[in-house]
């Protein structure tokens, strides 16, 4: 059974601080790696992807991936109210071709 | 470009009744997937398409459950019989995965079926 793990939260930091948000996964086979942001009452929505070791940096966002420690974060610095969310971790096989989901952690940014 | 597209946005109707969600992928997109997000929770997969492989049923809950994918595009879901407890937000989304390759493409979400259950 393929597995991701998540700190379900509320993780609440201040605005402007650095939020990080951790993902864990089982299958040492997962090769694609998947981070969505999901508001109240909407849709996901895919922030980053990142498919190999170290880190990877898309505005005030980090990816980090560690497949040894089958772990990866994402790194929101100078966090805004408007971050606010659920984040959701995804974790793929790239045969296999389905998703398997955390149950996602909520951030809550302090104004 | 056209996102996922799913209808009705929202859905209410009496327990007993059958409904039917419908999901138009992107363009081009040969997967497509169907989950249920119950208020709080996280995203509980259903079933899944691959261009004309088998699809993957492994998630439906029951047999009241079925998803038929005509053409290799649009798909629909149908609850049969319905229950209070299958009262949640229905999310398809699809991704550009050619079949028999190795792919590392997102998924994308279209913005769900709000199904309300009398």
């Known amino acids: 059974q393929k597995e991701v793990e998540q700190n379900s939260g509320p993780l609440s930091v201040p605005e402007g601080a650095i939020a990080s948000l951790n993902c864990t996964y089982s299958?040492?086979?997962?090769?694609?790696f998947f981070w969505y942001r999901q508001y109240s009452g909407k849709s996901p929505e895919l922030i980053m992807s990142?498919?190999?070791?170290g880190d990877k940096e898309d505005g005030r966002f980090t990816a980090q991936l560690n497949k040894a420690s089958q772990y990866v974060s994402l790194l929101i610095r100078d966090s805004q109210p408007s971050d606010s969310a659920t984040y959701l971790c995804?974790?793929?096989?790239?045969?296999?071709?389905?998703?398997?989901f955390g149950p996602g952690t909520r951030l809550s940014v302090l104004p | 470009g056209a996102g996922v597209s799913q209808s009705p946005s929202n859905k209410v109707t009496e327990k007993g009744k059958d409904v039917e969600l419908r999901c138009d992928p992107i363009?081009?997109?040969?997967?497509l997937y169907w989950y249920r997000q119950s208020l709080g929770q996280g995203l509980e997969f259903l079933i899944y398409?691959?261009?004309?492989?088998?699809?993957?049923k492994s998630g439906l809950p029951s047999d009241r459950f079925s998803a038929e994918r005509t053409g290799g595009s649009v798909s629909t879901l149908t609850i049969q019989r319905t229950q209070q407890e299958d009262s949640a937000v229905y999310l398809c989304?699809?991704?550009?995965?050619?079949?028999?390759?190795?792919?590392?493409?997102?998924?994308?979400f279209g913005d769900g079926t709000r199904l309300s259950i009398l």
């Open positions: 398409f691959q261009g004309n492989s088998a699809p993957d």
């Open positions: 299958d040492r086979g997962s090769q694609s």
């Open positions: 990142i498919y190999s070791n």
């Open positions: 995804a974790v793929k096989d790239n045969y296999g071709q389905n998703f398997v």
């Open positions: 363009s081009g997109h040969t997967a």
């Open positions: 989304a699809s991704s550009l995965a050619p079949p028999g390759t190795a792919s590392n493409q997102p998924q994308h």
